[in-house]
């Protein structure tokens, strides 16, 4: 017989039976069933009574549906076997039956007890085999039915993403090339479930840009005007009341000898790296462009090289919205801006691309808690023109962009959230080519950086540039304004340069009140970063080509410290492209034009 299937065998003799059930060499009472198995008569006579008289080997009506074969102990066949010489007298050709176990309490009754233990754990540890092995087959079935899922929902997705890309791209195509209403048509016959007067204003916009751009260069409403000078009105009043609160809170703590609340100078110089995170695709290109945090937040929103826009919360350490498309199948991701509306407390978020397409999303949860609560407001391209900056009004109502041909955009979201160009701001008389810009905390003021080395100054209330002043060396060395950016209190402006040299500017005066890393030996000879603190603005941030951070204090320009990235173990570190602040200043995030990650700086407890 055959240890393994039971099966006939040419060789004699007990040591080559094996029992197929327990898996003994020999079984001391082989029998062989109908199907051709041998196995022990006493284990499958326990088996039998277990299973009610169904066959143990066969398959057909475990799980198969069918009906199972029953065996009965007349069906098997005794099996005999030679005992060779150590058989009975004159050698024995039968084999030698064990004696009968006693039944009454003795030591062969405690061996009998533990026979049927031995009996009942072999056929246990068989049926076990057996539903691993239906197990095994089931999982492997299910492992592949889940695999073909995840790629049929993974192409279903991929699809979805470019129809929408396409579906966005025909709207801009059909909102610029519409045609003018007929004269006299009043107000137009085409409702799309606005009032009979926004959309007679709808289609004069269109109009307009059809017959060559009327509105290039034109006003905006006197409605949305009025709308920003509440804004301005509520915000100025706001932060001054804040002002004096914080002053009388300061005399009261000199007074006392208790510490001010805000970040210091002392906690900057006990900074260090305390992490870094990857945030967008390892297949694409490394570097970040662009990040902005929310003011008194917890979210952060980097623009990077592959095209998308990420939301980090710092707080929870985890992504919570990829921002997919925000620089279009072809365009680069130039800038991102996320704002807290004032209004209703909604989280935005603006980038801009270099094909000049604006693209804003909004989430109804403060700090925007799900990834699926970004929803796109609207894709709209302006002009045709490269965006070197988007910046979200904080009434959450306006985006204004700065165009790289020296124009500014506005943008509105109406009812229901829908993205609307409402005028594209041309007072750009000397032609100047604009780098970089960034809006006023209470949203009446922009201030945008020129390839001339050049900072104007927007009045958007009367849609003009109000003044003008030159960089330090820029303009005639062939220095460009890199990177600008406001202080919250309204007060200071901080410029950078392609040559490395950081001025700050007092708003009220248009007068240079600082120079700094005027010879690189601070930060080195480009900076791209610049960024007050919270609040007050009492400490200025600028980052620098060798991934060197220095921090100053404002109106205390000798206090200085510096903070330095961890070396790659290749080449030289990366030159830093953003850098705001977080937790109310007691924590910052940088990021770098050619390195993967962003890198979080704070004290460590």
């Not at 009043?237 to 000898?257: L, M, P, V, W």
């Not at 925007?368 to 709209?380: K, V």
């Not at 003008?468 to 209190?489: F, T």
Request: net charge negative; proline share 4%; charged share 20%.
């Amino acid at each position: 017989m055959n240890g393994t299937n039971g099966g006939p065998s040419s060789t004699s003799g007990g040591a080559l039976l094996q029992c197929a059930l327990s898996g003994e060499t020999p079984p001391t009472d082989p029998v062989v069933t109908p199907s051709g198995h041998i196995c022990s008569r006493r284990l499958l006579l326990t088996k039998l009574t277990e299973n009610g008289g169904v066959d143990p080997f066969d398959s057909s009506g475990g799980g198969g549906g069918g009906n199972p074969r029953t065996l009965d102990e007349s069906d098997l066949i005794e099996l005999k076997v030679d005992g060779g010489t150590g058989g009975g007298q004159g050698g024995a050709s039968s084999m030698i039956m064990p004696p009968r176990l006693p039944s009454a309490a003795s030591l062969p009754a405690l061996l009998a007890s533990a026979q049927a233990e031995y009996d009942a754990l072999l056929l246990e540890l068989y049926d076990a085999r057996r539903a691993l092995e239906d197990t095994r087959r089931e999982l492997s079935q299910a492992l592949y039915q889940n695999d073909a899922s995840v790629r049929v929902v993974a192409r279903l997705v991929m699809e979805r993403d470019g129809a929408r890309e396409q579906l966005a791209a025909v709207s801009a195509q059909v909102a610029a090339a519409g045609p003018a209403p007929a004269a006299g048509s009043g107000d137009g016959s085409r409702k799309r479930g606005r009032d009979e007067d926004a959309e007679a204003q709808g289609e004069t916009k269109k109009a307009k840009e059809a017959n060559g751009g009327a509105d290039a260069g034109g006003k905006i409403p006197q409605s949305d005007l009025d709308s920003m000078m509440a804004t301005w009105k509520a915000l100025s009043k706001d932060r001054k009341k804040k002002s004096k609160n914080k002053d009388k809170d300061a005399a009261a703590a000199a007074a006392t000898g208790a510490a001010t609340a805000g970040v210091t100078m002392e906690t900057v110089q006990s900074m260090e790296e305390t992490g870094k995170k990857s945030l967008h695709k390892s297949s694409a290109k490394a570097g970040i462009v662009s990040i902005a945090s929310l003011s008194g937040g917890n979210l952060i929103v980097t623009a990077g090289r592959d095209r998308q826009a990420v939301v980090y919360n710092t707080d929870a350490g985890k992504v919570v919205a990829t921002l997919v498309g925000s620089g279009g199948s072809k365009a680069d991701l130039v800038d991102a801006d996320i704002v807290k509306s004032v209004d209703d407390g909604a989280v935005l978020v603006a980038t801009g691309s270099s094909d000049g397409t604006l693209r804003v999303y909004s989430s109804p949860a403060e700090d925007g808690a799900a990834a699926a609560e970004f929803s796109p407001c609207g894709t709209i391209t302006l002009a045709e023109d490269s965006i070197v900056d988007v910046s979200v009004h904080p009434s959450g109502k306006y985006v204004v962009a700065a165009l790289q041909s020296g124009r500014v955009a506005f943008a509105a979201l109406r009812d229901g959230g829908v993205l609307e160009e409402v005028a594209v701001l041309d007072g750009n008389a000397a032609g100047a080519e604009y780098t970089c810009a960034d809006l006023h905390p209470d949203g009446l003021i922009y201030v945008v950086g020129t390839a001339a080395g050049a900072v104007q100054v927007w009045d958007l209330s009367k849609q003009t540039p109000a003044g003008s002043v030159q960089a330090q060396g820029a303009g005639d060395e062939g220095a460009s304004i890199a990177s600008i950016v406001m202080s919250d209190n309204g007060y200071h402006v901080a410029t950078s340069t392609t040559a490395g040299t950081v001025q700050v500017w007092d708003l009220r005066k248009l007068k240079c009140v600082a120079t700094l890393n005027a010879d690189g030996a601070d930060v080195g000879s480009v900076v791209k970063s610049v960024s007050f603190s919270p609040g007050e603005g009492k400490l200025l941030a600028y980052g620098g080509a060798n991934g060197t951070i220095a921090v100053v204090g404002v109106k205390d320009w000798d206090n200085k410290t510096t903070l330095s990235v961890t070396p790659p173990k290749k080449g030289d570190a990366a030159t830093i492209t953003g850098l705001v602040w977080t937790h109310g200043g007691m924590s910052m995030v940088s990021c770098s034009d050619t390195d993967r990650p962003v890198r979080f700086w704070g004290t460590k407890e």
